[in-house]
């Protein structure tokens, strides 16, 4: 067996239903689920109607490489979102089977690890891939604390030297999971800096990047962000986006990466080998998707209608702001007197809301686990769900203050 299977942690919801193992919750309250991040929206009807009519691609294999209307709808939309020059679909897209299966592949495909101190730069906390996919392309994580008193952004400046001549991946999450935050132009610029000093390769995650709240201030993509520095040719950057989050539509595990194309060329060459080909018909589906904004734009109400109306109501109660983007909101509960884990196990006892502990999403780093005292509250249910289990969180937390 792989070795590096014994360094795997167990994922975070495992860890959930342990830490609820025995709970009975009271039946006078219907469940409310807020702790995993999927998308409850209804799947627009016209991507259903697409995958239906295309129902024929199932009599055919399909190409690693994809379509090429796939591929050009992708380079299109790439261009109206970033405002970027000519993106060749043929050498600078490649569909895959959604972000999370993308991710770790992409791990495996680009660290070298026979060298035996490679390293893999990690946002704390993080989405667990990022973690497994380090650990079983034979590399360590390095993990960099988001704390509330930065605004929960990564300070590449207070990594040392010695660590940078290790690291061969940096992971990039924006919006970030579980934080919302999103990376500015500088920041962008300082970790291109980087990597032309020291040739890492930049991972750029960004499936939560149309849930925005502001359509004067999109949230900068990587490409984005590359080309406004003149680096048109994307070196060593390659950005990594779906159809989950963006179209409700998680279980066609759909989305794609873009960037790099010497990167991508051998990106293709892994993935022929790992058998990941998408299936024509989700294939023509998901052409159909990114071709289409009205869609994307009415999911974008439904969060913002519900962000305006629910975070007013857990702030009153718990320290909490609206994010930049993404669908979380991420909530400090620790000065109530509970911990994170404490905090959602008598939720989820007391009043059958469920929220993911933040203490799950992180590691200790440095003396400190920059999740524990937070909990990740997912809005993917309708309006009128949130709004109960708003209501339910805020009389627990106020039980907690005047117990405090």
Request: with cysteine; proline share 7%.
């Amino acid at each position: 067996m792989n070795p590096h299977l014994q360094d795997l942690h167990p994922y975070p919801f495992e860890k959930l239903r342990r830490l609820f193992d025995g709970i009975v919750p009271p039946a006078q309250y219907a469940p409310i689920r807020l702790s995993i991040g999927e998308p409850q929206h209804a799947t627009p009807a016209f991507i259903r109607e697409a995958l239906i009519d295309n129902l024929g691609g199932l009599a055919n294999y399909p190409t690693t490489q994809g379509s090429d209307a796939l591929r050009q709808s992708i380079a299109g939309w790439l261009e109206r979102r970033y405002g970027l020059p000519a993106v060749d679909p043929a050498t600078q897209v490649l569909p895959v089977n959604g972000s999370r299966e993308a991710l770790f592949a992409f791990a495996q495909c680009v660290i070298d690890g026979t060298r035996p101190d490679a390293l893999v730069l990690s946002p704390n906390p993080f989405y667990q891939i990022y973690e497994g996919a380090a650990y079983l392309a034979g590399a360590k994580p390095y993990f960099i604390n988001n704390l509330p008193e930065d605004r929960f952004a990564s300070d590449f400046e207070a990594v040392p030297e010695s660590v940078w001549q290790r690291v061969q991946l940096v992971f990039v999450c924006s919006p970030g999971n579980p934080t919302g935050k999103v990376l500015t132009m500088d920041e962008w610029q300082k970790l291109f800096e980087l990597s032309d000093r020291y040739g890492f390769v930049i991972a750029a995650d960004e499936c939560y990047s149309e849930i925005y709240f502001d359509d004067a201030h999109l949230p900068i993509g990587g490409l984005e962000a590359a080309t406004r520095l003149g680096r048109n040719d994307f070196r060593n950057v390659v950005m990594f986006s779906s159809l989950s989050k963006r179209s409700n539509v998680p279980g066609m595990r759909s989305g794609f990466v873009a960037g790099d194309a010497a990167i991508l060329k051998r990106f293709l060459l892994y993935r022929t080998y790992h058998g990941c080909a998408m299936s024509p018909s989700v294939q023509a589906a998901s052409a159909a998707a990114w071709n289409d904004e009205a869609h994307v734009a009415e999911n974008r109400r439904l969060y913002r209608e519900k962000f305006d109306v629910i975070t007013p109501m857990i702030a009153a109660h718990l320290e909490v702001e609206l994010p930049d983007a993404g669908f979380y909101l991420w909530a400090r509960v620790d000065r109530l007197g509970v911990s994170d884990t404490e905090f959602a196990r008598r939720l989820q006892a007391e009043y059958n809301v469920t929220v993911l502990p933040g203490s799950y999403l992180a590691r200790e780093v440095r003396g400190v686990n920059p999740g524990a005292g937070f909990v990740r509250i997912a809005l993917v249910a309708d309006l009128a769900e949130c709004v109960e289990a708003a209501t339910r969180i805020a009389t627990f937390a106020q039980r907690l203050s005047n117990n405090s």
